[in-house]
C-alpha cells in the first residue's frame, strides 16, 4: 500500500537510478541525502524501503574496494543480472544496435542527451529518463518494461542480493507485482560473451519478451505479456 504521495516519484527514480549505478565515493558519500529523499518522497512502501534503506546501510558499511568488487562481480559478471535492458530483450543479435537508435531518439525528443560512454538501455540511465516525464508517463513507461525488470529481481534475489529490493520496488511503482520466473545459471563469462555483436542492429518493430523465443512486440521497449502469473 503506499502513501497518497506515491504519484510523485521523480526523486525516487532519480536516487534509484544512482543507487544502481556503480559505488563510487560519490555515491557512497551521498547515501544519507539519498535516504532522505526517500522518505520525503514517500513513493514506496514502508516495508520496501526498509529493505533499500538497507542496502544503503550495507554499502557504508563496506570499504571502497569491496563495494565496487562486489557491484562487478553482481551487475558486470553475467547475463542474468545486467542492468543493459536490452541484453535480456535482444542478447547479441542485430536487433540490439537500431533498438538502441530508437531510445537514445526517445531521449533527445525530450531534450535529454547521453553522456560519454552511456548507453541508452542502462537502468539508470533510463530511470534518469524516466524521472523527467510526469507521474502517469513515468509510471506507464515502468510498466513497459516491468517484466525486464521482474526477470532482472528474480536472477538478483536468487542471488540473495539487497539490491533486489530496488528492483522490487521499481515493479511496484509500475504497478505491478513481482512474479516468479526461472532464472538459469549463467554461462561462464569467457563462453557467454565470445565476440558480442553488441550494436549490429536492432529495431524497436520486434522487441520480445526475455525468454520468448523471437516472438515480437512492437513498442518503445518492449510490452509485458498479459499472460504471465502473479505472485501471491
Avoid at 91 to 113: F, N, V, W
Avoid at 121 to 145: C, G, K, M, N, W
Wanted: glycine share 6%; net charge negative; charged share 25%.
Amino acid at each position: 500500500m503506499f502513501t497518497s504521495k506515491a504519484t510523485s516519484m521523480a526523486l525516487t527514480l532519480r536516487v534509484f537510478g544512482r543507487l544502481l549505478s556503480y559505488p563510487d565515493a560519490a555515491l557512497r558519500e551521498h547515501l544519507d541525502e539519498m535516504r532522505d529523499a526517500l522518505r520525503a518522497e514517500q513513493a514506496v512502501s514502508a516495508p520496501r524501503l526498509a529493505e533499500i534503506e538497507a542496502l544503503m546501510s550495507s554499502i557504508a558499511r563496506q570499504s571502497a574496494i569491496d563495494a565496487e568488487a562486489d557491484y562487478v562481480q553482481l551487475f558486470d559478471s553475467g547475463r542474468s543480472t545486467s542492468l543493459h535492458l536490452f541484453e535480456h530483450v535482444h542478447g547479441d543479435s542485430r536487433d540490439r544496435g537500431p533498438a538502441m537508435i530508437d531510445l537514445a531518439q526517445t531521449y533527445e525528443k525530450a531534450g535529454l542527451y547521453l553522456g560519454e560512454g552511456e548507453m541508452p538501455d542502462h537502468l539508470p540511465v533510463v530511470l534518469e529518463y524516466a524521472s523527467t516525464q510526469p507521474p502517469r508517463e513515468a509510471r506507464s513507461f515502468l510498466a513497459e518494461i516491468a517484466h525486464i525488470l521482474n526477470v532482472i529481481f528474480n536472477a538478483l534475489d536468487k542471488r540473495e542480493s539487497r539490491y533486489a529490493s530496488v528492483l522490487g520496488a521499481l515493479i511496484e511503482l509500475a504497478g505491478e507485482t513481482a512474479r516468479p520466473v526461472a532464472v538459469p545459471d549463467d554461462e561462464p563469462i569467457d563462453e557467454a560473451w565470445v565476440e558480442p555483436l553488441a550494436f549490429d542492429g536492432c529495431s524497436s518493430h520486434g522487441q520480445a519478451r526475455p525468454g520468448a523465443s523471437g516472438q515480437s512486440q512492437p513498442i518503445q521497449i518492449v510490452r509485458r505479456g498479459a499472460d504471465q502469473g502473479v505472485r501471491p
